[in-house]
């Protein structure tokens, strides 16, 4: 009745859709035959009977409907009957109830188990028939019944049926537990059902009266017989137990005691063992701390088994070197550490043979560990050092050692791709004392090494600015000097590059901008017999006898050529140091003349040449040697201007000999500041840029300039960011000194 009520109303539901497709239909039809197409018989009948579906599914749906209203009242009176029905079964139930609640008799339990079952399942059917009725009542758009009663006999009926099912369960435990096997006790499982129904039995012991009172205390009682027995049957089931330890219960009990097949509860009962559960117990500890050193010793092994060394090749030398070695270390420290504990237990007795040969294997284990990464550092740090020809003909006895420890290696690896479980390798004696030799020998190798750099350092001394690894590159290239070029940069301040001629004559120097300046005295690499560092000496010479010679020719071209001509002819460190030589001379002799003013007024204009030339079509390189000679050339009109603001009329003035000031003494370039003087020092630096000159940056001049006439160090102090380093790489540029900077921060490197 319901389903067909649910069909109605979806039916009701899509007729309106229907209509709207037949009436489309009908306009479709009213179109063919306006325009006179004669359908076909078939179709034209189809369409005659459509027109009629809706009459005739309205009448279905009412025959329906009249059908569904008889059917609504039967169901209705028959819904009645099932729930008296109900209410009668639910009275007889509660008297079956009623009367199995009064029975008692304990050795009856298996019948009172049947008698619960039956009744519950009765209980569990009334409760469905309950569910099914309301479940109806909902259909009909009835108030739901409720039946209280349901609930009553379930409550009444509760503690009576959970006392008898573990009095029977208890009854079906009790024999195999005091008569059977002991073996099969399980210790655990026993006092966890003990416990349980101890807890129940007190609960019942407040909700039963009468007979089943009395069973329940008949239940608890035997529970609390048992429950004495738990500490016993706890101790002798103990796992941990072993001959030794039955042979001390034996002796504390004056009896010979074993748990075999055909020891029982019982018998432990007739040999007085409850008398010395106290000594049994104190036994049963002890072995089950030998137990649990004994299963943490056999897990240790069990954790190496089938751990094995990773490998993987290495670049192109044809060998291979361990990776993924993380867990191995951190299971040997776990085990070494938990190995140390239990030497330290003293539990360990039985055992302590085995822990001490376990100890000695991962201490030998560990070891062949370190001395495997420690080779293999030392290997891969040389490796592509001695792969090189240049520097094995260089270290020959170094040569020798690496070579017999690449043999030990590339032995040892082959032998690992065979077998790579840990302790099957880590066994083998021969092979800690193979490695241990490997590392002496590359220990020696590394400081023969370290000798030979040294002596090439204290030879070129700039190659203490290069990294070992950098320096090694350098010196592994003697048959081809142009392959020393990518680190000419970190060796002078602004050579990026060498021009070399048809037989590897070098005639110029290239900064990093792209200026060339040629050598006045080119020299060629071959004649230092592949020595590097021989010819980086004489590279650094020709480099400043050069910029001496185009000073002193730039010096004579300044005097007899236009100043805008002679600025974009030469290179511009040279534009800017003899631009500075004529600034302090010039100045120098307007103090003299006591014409400042007029000297100024003339440093203006040369100024504005600059500028002018600046706005016009220039090259890269003649741009930026007019931009950095602008910065300096401002300083110097302002210098000026205020020297003769002040009134300066002496040479001897500070405020004039306070200015960093140039001039040839003795066929040399020298640089003045105060009482300080130094010489020009020639380094080539490139067409590089110059730092904004302040009154702060005079200041840090002066103090450096002093400490560097005394042969002394300046620490520049300040906030960050306010120019220190600059300031002190700047005050490099104007002395044509090489400024190498370090920074001791992690993650920084210039």
Not at 63 to 70: E, F
Not at 627 to 648: C, M, N, P
Request: with cysteine.
């Amino acid at each position: 009745m319901n389903a067909l009520t649910k069909y109605l109303l979806t039916v009701e539901q899509e007729l309106p859709t229907i209509q709207q497709q037949i009436d489309a239909s009908c306009r479709t039809f009213a179109v063919l035959e306006s325009s006179h197409y004669q359908l076909q018989d078939g179709p034209a009948e189809v369409f005659w009977q459509l027109r009629h579906w809706p009459n005739i599914i309205h009448g279905e749906v009412a025959a329906a409907r009249d059908r569904l209203a008889g059917y609504r009242d039967k169901y209705r009176l028959q819904l009645q009957a099932d729930q008296q029905q109900l209410q009668a079964d639910l009275l007889q139930l509660q008297e079956d109830v009623k009367e199995f609640t009064k029975l008692g008799g304990l050795p009856a339990v298996e019948e009172r188990l049947t008698a619960v079952q039956d009744l519950e399942e009765k209980l569990e059917e009334l409760a469905k028939r309950s569910e099914l009725y309301q479940a109806r009542e909902d259909i009909f758009k009835h108030p739901k019944t409720e039946y209280p009663l349901l609930q009553q006999i379930s409550h009444a009926f509760a503690p009576t049926a959970s006392m008898w099912r573990m009095a029977g369960e208890l009854s079906r435990h009790l024999p195999d537990w005091m008569d059977g096997p002991f073996t099969e006790i399980d210790a655990e499982a026993v006092a966890a059902n003990i416990d349980i129904w101890w807890c129940s039995s007190a609960k019942l012991l407040k909700q039963l009266t009468g007979a089943p009172l009395e069973v329940a205390v008949a239940v608890s009682q035997q529970l609390q017989d048992f429950q004495q027995h738990i500490p016993l049957i706890t101790a002798l089931r103990n796992p941990g137990l072993r001959d030794r330890h039955w042979e001390k219960i034996s002796v504390a009990v004056g009896c010979v005691v074993k748990a075999d097949a055909g020891f029982s509860l019982s018998r432990a009962l007739q040999l007085g063992l409850p008398a010395h559960v106290a000594a049994i117990e104190e036994v049963s500890e002890y072995a089950s701390k030998e137990f649990s050193l004994e299963h943490t010793l056999d897990k240790m092994q069990s954790d190496w088994a089938g751990l094995c060394f990773d490998s993987m090749p290495w670049r192109a030398t044809g060998s291979s070197i361990l990776r993924g070695v993380d867990d191995i270390q951190q299971l040997l420290d776990d085990q070494v550490v938990k190995t140390q504990a239990m030497r330290a237990s003293p539990c360990i007795g039985p055992f302590e043979e085995r822990v001490k040969v376990w100890e000695a294997k991962l201490n030998q284990t560990q070891d062949v560990l370190d001395e495997w990464l420690k080779c293999q550092q030392g290997w891969l740090y040389l490796e592509p050092i001695f792969g090189s020809e240049d520097i094995q003909q260089q270290m020959p006895n170094e040569g020798r050692k690496f070579k017999a420890v690449d043999g030990t290696w590339r032995r040892l690896m082959e032998r690992l791709a065979k077998q790579s479980e840990v302790m099957v390798v880590t066994a083998d004696e021969e092979l800690l004392k193979n490695l241990t030799e490997a590392n002496r020998l590359l220990e020696q190798v590394q400081k023969g090494l370290s000798d030979y750099l040294e002596t090439k350092r204290l030879a070129f001394p700039r190659f203490y600015f290069l990294s070992n690894d950098e320096l090694l590159e350098i010196l592994s290239e003697t048959k081809d000097p142009t392959r020393v070029q990518p680190y000419l940069r970190k060796i002078f301040e602004g050579i990026a590059g060498l021009s070399f001629g048809a037989d590897l004559e070098v005639g110029a120097m290239i900064s990093e901008e792209g200026e060339k300046v040629a050598f006045a005295k080119p020299f060629n690499p071959k004649s230092a017999g592949g020595a590097v560092e021989r010819w980086l000496i004489d590279c650094e010479a020709a480099m400043r006898d050069s910029i001496k010679y185009i000073l002193k020719e730039s010096v004579d071209a300044y005097s007899n050529t236009p100043r805008d001509t002679w600025m974009c002819s030469w290179p511009g460190q040279v534009v800017l140091a003899v631009d500075c030589m004529y600034w302090s001379s010039g100045t120098a002799a307007a103090i003299v003349r006591h014409k400042l003013a007029e000297y100024a007024s003339q440093l203006t204009q040369e100024l504005m040449q600059v500028v002018n030339k600046v706005r016009g079509n220039l090259s890269k390189l003649e741009r930026k040697t007019l931009s950095a000679l602008i910065v300096i050339d401002v300083h110097a009109r302002d210098v000026t201007a205020e020297l003769a603001r002040q009134g300066v009329v002496s040479e001897t003035d500070f405020e004039w000999i306070s200015q960093l000031r140039y001039g040839w003494e003795d066929g040399e370039l020298v640089v003045r500041m105060i009482n300080a003087a130094i010489q020009y020092g020639y380094e080539y630096l490139g067409n590089s840029s110059r730092l904004v000159i302040t009154p702060l940056t005079d200041r840090c001049y002066r103090t450096l300039m002093g400490a560097l006439h005394l042969n002394l160090g300046g620490a520049p102090e300040g906030p960050a960011g306010t120019g220190k380093t600059e300031t002190t790489k700047d005050l490099a540029k104007a002395i044509a000194m090489q400024c190498v900077v370090f920074n001791c921060s992690d993650g920084l490197d210039y």
